[in-house]
Each structure stands twice: as structure tokens, then as C-alpha cells.
């Protein structure tokens, strides 16, 4: 509860409360850790599909007129400058890897965020100052559906497969609820929770982004190109371990999506280079054991940025298979956009390119802080256990924003 001033200040999102967010201290997901916390900004770029064009080659092109040259990302990686521009936090949207792979938009997202930003950083030994917080208050929790709602997609999908027409889809709820103050405090909370590989905050004029995801969409090190698709969920418990080890149905599902991610990478590797290093390991992020693999490949000589956003989004553990066709599913069965979910979040640099996939993600826009979470469906899915796996999956974002 607030008291005194500070209630007159949160009773609303003033302007100047929301058009701080840029100001923070810089903490994107995989910023290299000898940069950590000596960043700042240089400049920055946002599109939106209104704005037209492909937007992965205007990325690559904004890159490369600020220095940072990733049309070949074979090729020996530059001597880092210290007194230079560092690299780029790179974000892109489950909507604009959907236009990149050629897919089916969905609905419109319910978050006002740009669809890709690219934020230029440079070194700096005086980092600009965390502006004072106004506290934080967070309203009751909408649901974009309703557990029914949820539960009859599951069926519309598992008809689909019945029909020949794809192999598994995931399927993504929303949740959105009002906020007074400033979320950073809580975004940043969100982003040191247990398990995040990609822990950290983005922001712009009027928007933040708050991540904790574990899964690697792609990184790109030293010509060896890896994803980490996650797909199969049980509680932290001894049990749940054992259960999601010996469940048939999990591990065909994240097989399949395996296979996908394989094909994806092979479209951008050395011929016969693609190979998976590590299969089916479970590992765990806050109270979830959760199955993962490690896929590599040998990177394709003059592949750039443009063709690897292209090729590996939007990621295969949260579309399905076929992609296309799972793109097609998901616009028709999901009532709301998936927003800053499902994405890519991360580091580029010609030397290190490293995003994760937005799973575990919290946005905020001026108005409302938004979540979302879902899961792979299959024909042995049961549609009341596919409502429960979310709401674990968004349970522990959900407490990180309180």
C-alpha cells in the first residue's frame, strides 16, 4: 500500500513517470560481462510493420551505418574497441519474425510496443544515473481467455492434427492488468529470477521489456551457430523430474520440435554440418523442471543478419510444425497478438550475436503491464492439462511483478 505523496504521483502514469524508462541504467539480456553496467546509448531504431520495408535488412543496414558490419557473420570478428561502439541490444517481435518467415499476422498485439528495435551502444565510464523510482502498483490480472476458452483452442489444434494439416502448434494466452508508478524496479526483478540465460530490461520512449527467459533462439560464436528449443514442463519436484523423463508424449513433441530447429538451421549452415549435441537434458528454471537440447551447426560462409533472423524466427518451440502452417493456426485461434512473447531478445555485435526467445517476458507500455504464456500441443495433449501448464509457466512472472 501507498501512503502520503507518493499516492497523488501513482494515481496515474504521468508522462514524466513513463518517459524516464530510457533512462535507466543500461541492462539488456546478454550484454557482454566486461561491458556490464558501463553502456550507454548512442542511438536507436524501431520499426513497425505500418512503417513497411524488411525489416531485416533495414536492421542489418542500420548496424552497418554505426559501425557494427554484420552482412558476413563467418568472417574473424573485429578486435573489440573499448573506446568504441560496443554492439546492440536487438529485439524482435513474434509479429515480425511471423512477416520475415513469410507467415500469417495474427491478431493485432495488445501491448503498444515497436515490432523491432535495435539500440546502438557505446562505452562510457560515467553510465547515466537511475532516475528515482515513484514506487510501483499493479492492478488485478485480465485474462485475454478464459480456461475454457483456452481449452477448446487445444481441441480446434488437435482437430487440425487429426486432419492431416499440421504436427503440433503452440498456443500463447495473454494477460494484462493497470499499473501506477515505475515498473523497472519489477522488470528488473523479473529478469534476476532463477534460471534466466536472458535476464535483463529493455526500454524505449514510453515501453519496457522485462525478461527472464532460459531458452537461446540463436548465438552465433566462433562459426558455430546454436539454438537451445525448450519443450516439455513439470513441477520442480522429484516426481515431476521423473515424469517428464519418462513421458512418451513430451518427448515426441520435443523431438519433433528438434527436427524443426534442425531444418531451420540447416537453411543457414555448412552442408552436413548440423548436429545435435545434447538431447532431452531436463533443467530447471524457478519451480519448473523443463526438457531442453542443444543443436549446432557449422555457420554457412557470408550468411548475415538479415538471413539468420529470417531463418530462425519466429522460433520453432513456440510456433510448431510445419512452421508456416503452425503460423496459420495460431492467427485464427489466438484472440489477442503476442506481443513483446515469443520473440527475440538479446546481443549483436560482429563478434558475438546472442538473443533468446522471449518466453518468461513481461512488457510495459504507458497504460498496462502485459504476460503471456502457453504451450506445444499434440494429439495426446489434454486440453485441461495444457491450461494448468501455463498458468504454471506464468506463475513465477506473475510473482516477480508484484
Same mark, same amino acid.
Given at each position: 500500500?501507498?501512503?502520503?505523496?507518493?499516492?497523488e504521483?501513482?494515481?496515474?502514469?504521468?508522462p514524466d513517470?513513463?518517459?524516464a524508462?530510457?533512462?535507466?541504467v543500461?541492462?539488456?539480456p546478454a550484454?557482454?560481462?566486461t561491458?556490464?553496467?558501463?553502456?550507454?546509448?548512442?542511438?536507436?531504431?524501431?520499426?513497425?510493420p505500418?512503417?513497411?520495408g524488411?525489416?531485416?535488412a533495414?536492421?542489418?543496414e542500420?548496424?552497418?551505418?554505426?559501425?557494427?558490419?554484420?552482412?558476413?557473420?563467418?568472417?574473424?570478428?573485429?578486435?573489440?574497441?573499448?573506446?568504441?561502439?560496443?554492439?546492440?541490444?536487438?529485439?524482435?517481435?513474434?509479429t515480425a519474425g511471423?512477416?520475415?518467415a513469410g507467415?500469417?499476422?495474427g491478431?493485432?498485439?495488445?501491448?503498444?510496443?515497436?515490432?523491432?528495435?535495435?539500440?546502438?551502444?557505446a562505452?562510457t565510464?560515467?553510465?547515466?544515473?537511475?532516475?528515482?523510482t515513484?514506487g510501483w502498483?499493479?492492478?488485478?490480472?485480465?485474462?485475454?481467455?478464459t480456461?475454457?476458452?483456452?481449452?477448446?483452442?487445444?481441441?480446434?489444434?488437435?482437430?487440425?492434427?487429426?486432419?492431416?494439416e499440421?504436427?503440433?502448434?503452440?498456443?500463447v494466452?495473454?494477460?494484462?492488468a493497470?499499473?501506477?508508478?515505475?515498473? /523497472?524496479p %519489477?522488470?528488473?526483478?523479473?529478469?534476476r +529470477?532463477?534460471?534466466?540465460r536472458? *535476464?535483463?530490461?529493455?526500454? !524505449?520512449? =514510453?515501453?519496457?521489456i522485462?525478461?527472464?527467459?532460459?531458452?537461446?533462439?540463436?548465438?552465433?560464436?566462433?562459426?558455430?551457430l546454436?539454438?537451445?528449443?525448450?519443450?516439455?514442463t513439470?513441477?520442480?519436484?522429484t516426481?515431476?523430474r521423473?515424469?517428464l523423463?519418462t513421458s512418451?508424449?513430451?518427448?515426441?513433441?520435443?523431438i519433433?520440435?528438434v527436427?524443426l530447429?534442425?531444418?531451420?538451421?540447416?537453411?543457414?549452415?555448412?552442408?552436413?554440418?548440423?548436429?545435435?549435441?545434447d538431447?532431452?537434458?531436463?533443467?530447471r528454471?524457478c519451480?519448473?523442471?523443463?526438457?531442453?537440447?542443444?543443436?549446432?551447426?557449422?555457420?554457412?560462409?557470408?550468411?548475415?543478419?538479415?538471413?539468420?533472423?529470417?531463418?530462425v524466427?519466429?522460433?520453432?518451440?513456440?510456433?510448431?510444425?510445419?512452421? /508456416?502452417? %503452425?503460423l496459420?493456426?495460431?492467427?485464427a +485461434?489466438?484472440?489477442?497478438?503476442? *506481443?513483446?512473447s515469443?520473440? !527475440?531478445? =538479446?546481443w549483436v555485435?560482429?563478434?558475438?550475436i546472442?538473443?533468446?526467445?522471449?518466453?518468461r517476458?513481461?512488457?510495459?507500455?504507458?497504460?498496462?503491464?502485459h504476460?503471456?504464456?502457453?504451450?506445444g500441443?499434440?494429439?495426446?495433449?489434454?486440453?485441461?492439462?495444457?491450461?494448468?501448464?501455463?498458468?504454471?509457466?506464468?506463475g513465477?512472472?506473475?510473482?516477480?511483478l508484484?
Open positions: 500500500m501507498v501512503h502520503g505523496k507518493s499516492t504521483r501513482m494515481s496515474t502514469n504521468r513517470v513513463v518517459e524508462l530510457p533512462q535507466m543500461v541492462d539488456p550484454v557482454p560481462t561491458c556490464r553496467g558501463r553502456l550507454t546509448e548512442r542511438a536507436r531504431w524501431q520499426w513497425r505500418t512503417d513497411g524488411d525489416p531485416a533495414q536492421a542489418e542500420f548496424l552497418t551505418a554505426h559501425g557494427l558490419h554484420l552482412h558476413d557473420l563467418a568472417r574473424p570478428a573485429p578486435t573489440h574497441d573499448p573506446d568504441g561502439v560496443c554492439g546492440a541490444a536487438l529485439y524482435v517481435s513474434a511471423t512477416l520475415m507467415g500469417t499476422p491478431p493485432p498485439s495488445p501491448a503498444d510496443l515497436p515490432d523491432l528495435a535495435v539500440v546502438i551502444y562505452h565510464d560515467t553510465p547515466p544515473p537511475t532516475p528515482p515513484a502498483w499493479r492492478g488485478p490480472w485480465t485474462e485475454s481467455w480456461p475454457h476458452q483456452h481449452a477448446t483452442a487445444v481441441e480446434a489444434v488437435r482437430h487440425a492434427i487429426g486432419h492431416g499440421v504436427y503440433q502448434v503452440n498456443l494466452g495473454h494477460a494484462a493497470p499499473y501506477a508508478g515505475d515498473p /523497472l %519489477a522488470l528488473a526483478r523479473l529478469g +529470477l532463477p534460471g534466466a536472458y *535476464g535483463g530490461v529493455l526500454t !524505449g520512449p =514510453g515501453w519496457a522485462g525478461c527472464a527467459s532460459p531458452e537461446t533462439l540463436i548465438e552465433v560464436r566462433d562459426g558455430t546454436t539454438t537451445r528449443p525448450i519443450k516439455g513439470r513441477p520442480a519436484t516426481a515431476g521423473t515424469d523423463l512418451a508424449k513430451e518427448r515426441a513433441e520435443h519433433m520440435i527436427d530447429e534442425r531444418n531451420d538451421l540447416a537453411r543457414i549452415a555448412a552442408t552436413g554440418s548440423v548436429r545435435v549435441d538431447l532431452f537434458a531436463v533443467r528454471w519451480d519448473l523442471w523443463q526438457a531442453e537440447s542443444t543443436v549446432r551447426a557449422d555457420i554457412a560462409d557470408g550468411l548475415g543478419l538479415a538471413d539468420l533472423l529470417r531463418a524466427c519466429p522460433g520453432g518451440s513456440v510456433t510448431g510444425a510445419p512452421k /508456416l502452417a %503452425a496459420h493456426h495460431i492467427a +485461434l489466438e484472440p489477442v497478438g503476442r *506481443g513483446a515469443m520473440g !527475440g531478445l =538479446g555485435s560482429p563478434g558475438h546472442d538473443l533468446g526467445l522471449t518466453i517476458t513481461a512488457a510495459v507500455d504507458r497504460e498496462s503491464v504476460v503471456w504464456a502457453g504451450g500441443i499434440t494429439w495426446d495433449s489434454d486440453p485441461e492439462a495444457e491450461v494448468a501448464e501455463a498458468a504454471a509457466k506464468t513465477p512472472v506473475r510473482a516477480a508484484r
